[in-house]
């Protein structure tokens, strides 16, 4: 089974700032890691994904992630966040290794970022 | 714009009508997915097609009924819904290439659905 934790409901901000959004997954085998973006009254848009290779994934709109193995993270992350970033953020997970058809991924429960002035 | 539409974007329903959501992808993808999406609940995944099969039925009650007739069209009809079914219900599709790395989804803007 496979499983992802967004442990913030909400991450607050200043505009100009660092900002990280935390998830952790958990996979039987190799995962797959993904983040989502959903702006109000909107489906859910791709922002990055991790396959293999490069640990560091950078994005659209100057979002980056972290893959971390020993802490079986995915942290997203951005140097300094804008207003316009402000939206709910979703993180999702695939185990490669999974028999299954279709991709098939898991989300995490979702965290709104709010970036103020 | 992600390549995938959904129509209505709004639907007000009573509890003993029918009625039917549209997904139409205009990517070339194989599969196709239903999403429904709650209020402080994880995005939870209803259906899944792959090359017009489908492939997974995470316990969805029976109210809810998918139709996939081709490659490019996904539709869930609704029946005697519920109150607690009123949510945004979204439609995404990927490409799928087996044995080969995945591609992420493509997700519509939803239908937002309320059930008097």
């Known amino acids: 089974a496979q499983s992802v934790a967004q442990p913030e409901d909400q991450v607050n901000v200043a505009e100009g700032n660092p900002l990280t959004v935390k998830c952790t997954y958990s996979?039987?085998?190799?995962?797959?890691l993904f983040w989502y973006v959903q702006y109000p009254n909107r489906g859910l848009q791709f922002l990055l994904k991790?396959?293999?290779?490069?640990?560091l994934v950078k994005g659209s709109y100057g979002f980056e992630a972290e893959f971390n193995k020993s802490q079986t993270s995915f942290h997203l992350k951005k140097p300094s966040a804008l207003v316009s970033d402000s939206a709910l953020y979703f993180c999702?997970?695939?185990?490669?290794?999974?028999?299954?058809?279709?991709?098939?991924?898991?989300f995490g429960g979702g965290t709104r970022l709010m970036v103020k002035p | 714009e992600t390549g995938v539409t959904q129509t209505p974007r709004h639907l007000v329903m009573g509890m003993t009508n029918k009625k039917s959501l549209k997904c139409e992808q205009h990517?070339?993808?194989?599969?196709m997915y239903w999403y429904k999406q709650s209020a402080k609940k994880p995005l939870e995944l209803m259906f899944v097609?792959?090359?017009?099969?489908?492939?997974e039925n995470n316990s969805v009650p029976s109210r809810f009924s998918p139709e996939c007739p081709n490659s490019s069209h996904l539709f869930l009809h609704l029946h005697t819904l519920q109150p607690e079914d009123s949510a945004l219900y979204l439609c995404?599709?990927?490409?799928?290439?087996?044995?080969?790395?995945?591609?992420?989804?493509?997700f519509g803007p939803g239908t937002r659905l309320t059930v008097l």
């Open positions: 995404a599709s990927s490409q799928e290439v087996p044995l080969a790395i995945n591609n992420e989804q493509f």
């Open positions: 996979v039987s085998g190799n995962p797959y």
């Open positions: 991790y396959i293999t290779g490069d640990n």
């Open positions: 999702a997970v695939r185990d490669i290794t999974a028999n299954n058809a279709g991709n098939m991924l898991t």
């Open positions: 990517l070339g993808h194989n599969a």
């Open positions: 097609y792959s090359l017009e099969e489908r492939v």
